[in-house]
């Protein structure tokens, strides 16, 4: 199990620097991969949680890291894309996954405050139609030299789309833990990516997935797992890996266990002193206890 950190892009971080700062220690840790996550507004449960601090862009930040690192991964979790153009943002990620020498897992999903999408120009109770097709307006952009697409949402011909990404293709995987999610997954996704599940919970979600991707004649193998979880106290419907060492590796190989190939961990906090110590524990105390890591 390969095992990544959340760059706290969303946590209000008042020095935008620290991010990048945490991405280029990570890498020299041994880390695998940095995350970042998607919102434009200070609403709903953001506000709860930074007020009106920076929230900052995830696809820039991603970009300032890919050119202060060599090797770890860059992935979104997740991208909204009812908060996107979805030809805007296949440019924009195939030139980072270009930049970055193809590095980038893009993390995808519906959201859920319609306040925000409906602000960002998106029908609230479309979001998830908007979002298979957009799936399918990326993918055809970044692999068809001809592209053409005649959908509800967007339609184009007769044009030229470059760059192509380096990767063929930019692994897009599904975020989100409802059966919808999970269904979309098993339709569209090159993984499933859920947060904040317990092991037990997760357990049963992969059983469905299994399920659905049968149901859409897709070998389940073909779709992997990663999930993003954060440090400290569970919550009523939120799970996480506690605080200290024991507990934490604790988690993590049951996760390892399920099968899952992705443990993004987030520090959850604004203070970059407490995201750096978080960092280095994790090296220290968890990444070494984990069978199979970056296998």
Not at 197 to 216: F, K, V, Y
Request: proline share 6%; aromatic share 6%; glycine share 10%.
């Amino acid at each position: 199990m390969r095992i990544g950190f959340s760059l706290l892009n969303n946590q209000g971080l008042d020095d935008a620097r620290a991010m990048v700062e945490l991405a280029i220690r990570a890498e020299a840790l041994g880390f695998d991969s940095v995350w970042t996550h998607d919102h434009v507004f200070n609403v709903g449960h953001v506000f709860d949680r930074i007020g009106g601090k920076p929230y900052y862009e995830p696809l820039t930040v991603l970009s300032h890291v890919a050119a202060r690192t060599e090797r770890v991964r860059l992935g979104t979790s997740v991208l909204v894309l009812p908060y996107h153009n979805p030809i805007r943002l296949a440019k924009t990620a195939a030139t980072l996954d270009v930049l970055s020498g193809g590095r980038l897992t893009m993390g995808v999903g519906v959201g859920s405050i319609e306040k925000e999408t409906t602000a960002m120009g998106a029908p609230f109770a479309e979001r998830g139609a908007f979002t298979d097709e957009a799936i399918a307006v990326m993918r055809t952009l970044w692999s068809e030299d001809e592209p053409k697409f005649d959908g509800k949402y967007s339609r184009f011909a007769g044009m030229k789309f470059s760059p192509k990404p380096l990767q063929k293709p930019i692994p897009v995987i599904i975020g989100g833990i409802s059966r919808a999610a999970i269904r979309r997954a098993a339709r569209l996704g090159d993984g499933w990516h859920p947060l904040g599940l317990s092991p037990e919970a997760l357990g049963q979600s992969m059983a469905t997935l299994r399920d659905e991707a049968r149901a859409c004649g897709r070998d389940a193998t073909k779709i992997p797992v990663s999930i993003a979880m954060t440090l400290g106290a569970s919550t009523r419907g939120r799970a996480t890996l506690g605080r200290a060492p024991a507990e934490i590796v604790k988690h993590a190989r049951a996760y390892a266990e399920l099968g899952v190939e992705t443990l993004a961990i987030s520090a959850g906090t604004s203070d970059p002193k407490e995201a750096r110590s978080a960092l280095e524990m994790l090296a220290l105390e968890v990444l070494p206890a984990i069978p199979g890591r970056g296998q």
